[in-house]
């Protein structure tokens, strides 16, 4: 599985931008797909995740009610609307792939596959 993760910018605070992450997997819709993200100096860290139907979602406490994460099964893509952004939203954001159980959604170990990073930057 390849992931190529897109979309990330230089915006200022309370802006919005939307990340997208395409995938080249046959069986793109039986992985749960992840957001990531590592601030400078600071480790990776949990941002969203969704199943594989679309229909289950879960997301950090920092970015639950502006984030979104979703998908589109037909065009191995998910993506991940970040609204109302802050400038402690900045970091280098990671799509990952993988098939963790229930309760290692939120840990990077349970994921696989890894794109290559798209750097989100907010301004003050």
């Known amino acids: 599985v390849q992931l190529q993760a897109s979309g990330g910018g230089l915006v200022q605070a309370g802006d919005s931008l939307r990340l997208s992450c395409v995938a080249t997997a046959r069986t793109f819709s039986g992985y749960t797909m992840g957001w990531f993200r590592q601030a400078s100096g600071k480790e990776r860290e949990f941002v969203a995740a969704?199943?594989?139907?679309?229909?289950?979602?879960y997301y950090a406490n920092p970015v639950k009610g502006r984030f979104t994460i979703s998908r589109d099964n037909a065009k191995n893509t998910v993506y991940l609307q970040m609204n109302s952004l802050k400038p402690e939203d900045t970091a280098v954001y990671y799509c990952?792939?993988?098939?963790?159980?229930?309760?290692?959604?939120?840990?990077?170990?349970?994921?696989?596959?890894w794109g290559q990073g798209t750097q989100v930057t907010v301004s003050s």
């Open positions: 969704v199943r594989w139907s679309g229909s289950t979602t």
């Open positions: 990952a792939a993988g098939r963790p159980i229930l309760s290692a959604t939120t840990n990077g170990r349970s994921y696989n596959y």
